[in-house]
Structure formats: C-alpha cells, structure tokens
DNA sequence: GTCTATAATTTGATAGAC
DNA sequence: GTCTATCAAATTATAGAC
C-alpha cells in the first residue's frame, strides 16, 4: 500500500514528517533521500529546488486539510460541531515532540522562507480563517466568540508551547476554553 | 552608548534580532561576524560553540523579559493593570515581518535544537505562566478566565500568525480577548 | 528515473601568530 | 582578543552515463 505510492509521493511523505518535526531547514536533500532509498540527485530530479520541494509541501498538506474541511461540511453536523471537528483535525496535527502543524512551523521560519513558500502558508491560514467565518455565521447569539484568526492563532501557538513543554496541557486547555466560548451561549 | 558596551554583548545583540527574525539554523556565525565587524573566529571565542550561543541568547533575553515583570510588580498597578503590562511586553516583542519574541521562533525550531537551548525556553514559558498564576490569584471572581498557559500560547501563536499574514490584526485581537476576559466579571 | 561524480558554497569549528 | 589560515563536513545543485 505505501510500496505502491509513487517516489514523488514518498519523498513529500518523508519531508512532511522531518520539516513538520524539525523545520525547513533542518531537512536536507539527503535525509530525504536515505529515508526513501534513493541519492540525493534523485530527490532532485522530482523537486530541482529546495523551494520547489517546500512549495509542493505546503500544496500537499493544504489540499489535504481542506479536504477534511469539506467534509465537516457535508456531514452536517451544525455550526458548533464542525467547530469542534476543526479543533480535532488541529489536536490529530500535534504529536508532542514528534510533529507539529506544518504551517506553525513554516509560519515561525517565514521570515527566512522563499516567498513562493510563504505565499502557500498564509493561504492556508486564510482558507481556515474563511472556513471558521462561514461556521461563525452559523452560529446564534454571536456575542464573546473569538474570531476566526484568534481560533487559528491560539490553536498554532499552542502547538507549539505544547512542543516546548513536552506536555498536551496547553493545547487541551485551548482546545476547551474556545469549545466552551462557543457552547454557553 | 552602542560603542561602549562589550563585543559580546554587541554579538548576542546581533545574534537576538537575527534570530529572532529568521529562527536559529538561518544564523551563521560569520553573519554575526560582519554584523559586528570581526572575523568569525573571534565570534567563537566568545562562544565556542553555537549552542553556547543560543543558550546565552535565551538566558539574556529571560532575564531582561522577567526583569520587566518585577519592574510590573512593584508598580503596583493592581492585577488587571499588570495583566495589561504583561501583554504590552509581548506587543512590543512582534515587529511584523522583522521580529517575534525569541521563544517563539525557537520554541518552533524546539526538536531540531540543542537540549540545553530547550530547556532555556523551557523556563521562559515556565516562568511567565508563573508570574501569571500570581496575577492570576489576586483577580477576584477567577470564572471564565483564561489559564496562564492559554494566555501565553495564544499571545505566541499570534504573533506567528501575524506575521505569516504581514499584519497585526491576529496579535491585536488576541491582546483584546484576553483582556477582555478579565475585565468583564 | 536513478545513478556516479563533482562543483560551488556555506558552515561550525580549531590552531597558532600577534 | 582578534587575526590569518585552514579544515572537515554538510548542503544545494548540476552534468552526464546508464
């Protein structure tokens, strides 16, 4: 089943899993590489540049998540259930020490990234912002919600505090407190 | 003013806005080097190695961080007031597109960088969610406030956010709700 | 598509003169 | 403390054989 996967999407697979553990450029071409049998001339036949590699990441990973957003949609299940299936999608990214969202650890390298990888984060950020906006406007007694880009903001920022201290608490904890900003009205 | 304070002093100082705007791997020490204008080898003599470097960086930046919150609790502007003064710290800290607070950016890199580094920031988030708990404490009616640990991850994931989406608009709101949390009971 | 081979550059780090 | 000189290793990237 994974043997059956071409060597472009193995290579994305294994940079998925390294840049989402330790960041853009603590990946190498090589790491790729070893992880899927291969030399590192062939990683670059597949993505000549290093940019071109992060830029299909970002594509990879956004379709991919998106996906799982119109899914919520067509299952129904009201406003504050899909709220609460996004959070899930958010705790499923975070394994402590393993793995982050991609897009919190790109977004924190942003600065040193090349544009066209940059361009691809904030478009993730702004399909889940417009995303929860749609679900927002669902919701009755809008009154004390967090905005979509404060739900995004918290939820990244606690992935990352979550990393540091080795310990979900502070990702749970986000993840209650903007279910219950959400319920009580 | 500039000219008078030591070259390591003036090296963590490059070092800190270099770090804090590109993350730790995209610093060099010869970058450091010309910022200050030697050769990079007197860089390391000052810090042997670049984990020395970073651990310093972290170190400095603490103190001077928790330097400021005891400089906020003997003012004595009452735990709402210091609540405001703990979150204008961390404004100040996001320069959007130039810097974010040192342990967010290398809170993100926190798996790829050195165990002594890690426990550095480590102890940054420790010690304000800390300070926080006492600030906390003294809130009358504690119903529907945020934990210390939320506060902190929102206030960090914001600033990534921010500066993904070159605008202040993630930090700001963020700022707001926390307050806004605590003022209205 | 993958390989060997290699170029070109950068990087962290050290030895030793001054 | 800073310099020159240098190293070993790593990294991105390319040329050309198979």
Same mark, same amino acid.
């Given at each position: 089943?994974?043997?059956?996967?071409?060597?472009?999407?193995?290579?994305?697979?294994?940079?998925?899993?390294?840049?989402?553990?330790?960041?853009?450029?603590?990946?190498?071409?090589?790491?790729?590489?070893?992880?899927?049998?291969?030399?590192?001339?062939?990683?670059?036949?597949?993505?000549?540049?290093?940019?071109?590699?992060?830029?299909?990441?970002?594509?990879?990973?956004?379709?991919?998540?998106?996906?799982?957003?119109?899914?919520?949609?067509?299952?129904?299940?009201?406003?504050?259930?899909?709220?609460?299936?996004?959070?899930?999608?958010?705790?499923?990214?975070?394994?402590?020490?393993?793995?982050?969202?991609?897009?919190?650890?790109?977004?924190?390298?942003?600065?040193?990234?090349?544009?066209?990888?940059?361009?691809?984060?904030?478009?993730?950020?702004?399909?889940?912002?417009?995303?929860?906006?749609?679900?927002?406007?669902?919701?009755?007694?809008?009154?004390?919600?967090?905005?979509?880009?404060?739900?995004?903001?918290?939820?990244?920022?606690?992935?990352? %505090?979550?990393? %540091?201290?080795?310990?979900?608490?502070?990702?749970?904890?986000?993840?209650?407190?903007?279910?219950?900003?959400?319920?009580?009205?």
């Amino acid at each position: 089943m994974t043997d059956t996967s071409s060597m472009r999407e193995r290579i994305l697979s294994s940079a998925e899993k390294r840049v989402r553990a330790v960041g853009f450029h603590a990946v190498s071409f090589r790491d790729l590489a070893n992880d899927v049998g291969v030399k590192s001339s062939s990683v670059h036949y597949h993505f000549p540049k290093k940019e071109d590699l992060g830029e299909q990441l970002v594509k990879r990973y956004s379709e991919r998540f998106h996906a799982r957003l119109d899914q919520i949609d067509v299952e129904e299940v009201g406003p504050i259930g899909a709220l609460e299936a996004f959070i899930a999608l958010y705790a499923e990214a975070l394994v402590v020490g393993e793995s982050v969202c991609l897009c919190a650890i790109l977004g924190a390298e942003a600065n040193s990234l090349p544009g066209r990888i940059n361009a691809g984060i904030q478009a993730f950020f702004q399909a889940n912002t417009e995303w929860l906006t749609e679900i927002h406007r669902r919701i009755p007694s809008s009154t004390m919600l967090m905005t979509p880009i404060e739900i995004v903001s918290a939820l990244e920022g606690a992935m990352i %505090v979550s990393t %540091v201290m080795k310990s979900r608490e502070a990702f749970d904890a986000t993840a209650q407190r903007i279910m219950a900003n959400h319920k009580e009205h």
